[in-house]
């Protein structure tokens, strides 16, 4: 079980039905939480900005090649460490897949300490390569920008949520980098200096 501190969101993709089923009763049993399993690739741009997860998990099967776009969208678009799941085993795969941006990879997905461990280390790499907290340290960011816009624009946390996504949405950009601006404006706000548009893409009332 996992540490209560540690609890995660993941994001399961791909895979057959029956396979997304058996990795989605892995990790709940480990005391994560599954924010979503998909098998279209379609789709995952949506999932992915909407959802933050803190790690994703893709399935990889005969069709490796849907695996790596899916991978190739969620390193962009969701900015978390992407574990590729084998059911095959292909080693040209794993070296596009690394040079995609995956921190892990699993063989026995069934394997809970296996899959914890996986995780561990992929958070870790994660973290050194954004010279973050890891996943705690974007959602740290969000939540800091949120509370800026709740109290900026008198709204509840689930609309200033929306008001991040939507900008992310509307200028191609990562919620991160949108929270990232609303931070650093309101740092300048603060220090009496007014804010260049560019700087503060949330600062005017919202409509």
Same mark, same amino acid.
């Given at each position: 079980? *996992?540490?209560?501190?540690?609890?995660?969101?993941?994001?399961?993709?791909?895979?057959?039905?029956e396979?997304l089923?058996?990795?989605?009763?892995?990790?709940?049993?480990?005391?994560?939480? !599954?924010?979503?399993?998909?098998?279209?690739?379609?789709?995952?741009?949506?999932?992915?900005?909407? @959802?933050?997860?803190?790690?994703?998990?893709?399935?990889?099967?005969?069709?490796? =090649?849907?695996?790596?776009?899916?991978?190739?969208?969620?390193?962009? @678009?969701?900015?978390?460490?992407?574990?590729?799941?084998l059911?095959?085993?292909?080693?040209?795969?794993?070296?596009?897949?690394? =040079?995609?941006?995956?921190f892990?990879?699993?063989?026995?997905?069934?394997?809970?300490?296996?899959?914890?461990?996986?995780?561990?280390?992929?958070?870790?790499?994660? *973290? @050194?390569?954004?010279?973050?907290?890891?996943?705690?340290?974007? +959602?740290a960011?969000? @939540? +800091? *920008?949120?509370?800026?816009?709740?109290e900026?624009?008198? !709204?509840?946390?689930?609309?200033?949520?929306?008001?991040?996504?939507?900008?992310a949405?509307?200028?191609?950009?990562?919620?991160?980098? !949108?929270?990232?601006?609303?931070?650093?404006?309101? =740092?300048?706000?603060?220090s009496?200096?007014?804010?260049?548009?560019?700087?503060?893409?949330?600062?005017?009332?919202?409509?």
């Amino acid at each position: 079980m *996992a540490d209560a501190a540690r609890k995660l969101r993941v994001l399961i993709l791909d895979g057959r039905e029956e396979r997304l089923r058996e990795v989605t009763a892995t990790v709940t049993s480990m005391g994560h939480e !599954v924010i979503g399993t998909d098998t279209d690739l379609a789709t995952i741009h949506q999932v992915t900005i909407a @959802e933050l997860p803190d790690v994703a998990l893709v399935i990889v099967g005969g069709d490796s =090649r849907q695996g790596l776009e899916m991978i190739r969208t969620i390193v962009h @678009e969701a900015a978390c460490p992407v574990i590729a799941i084998l059911d095959l085993q292909d080693r040209a795969f794993i070296d596009q897949a690394a =040079r995609l941006g995956i921190f892990a990879f699993i063989v026995h997905a069934g394997d809970r300490q296996e899959m914890q461990s996986s995780i561990d280390i992929a958070l870790e790499r994660f *973290a @050194e390569y954004h010279a973050l907290e890891g996943a705690f340290g974007r +959602r740290a960011v969000t @939540e +800091r *920008a949120k509370g800026i816009l709740m109290e900026r624009h008198s !709204v509840d946390e689930q609309h200033a949520f929306e008001l991040l996504r939507d900008h992310a949405r509307r200028t191609n950009r990562k919620i991160v980098d !949108v929270a990232e601006s609303v931070l650093a404006s309101h =740092r300048l706000l603060a220090s009496g200096k007014e804010p260049a548009l560019t700087d503060d893409p949330l600062g005017q009332q919202q409509g």
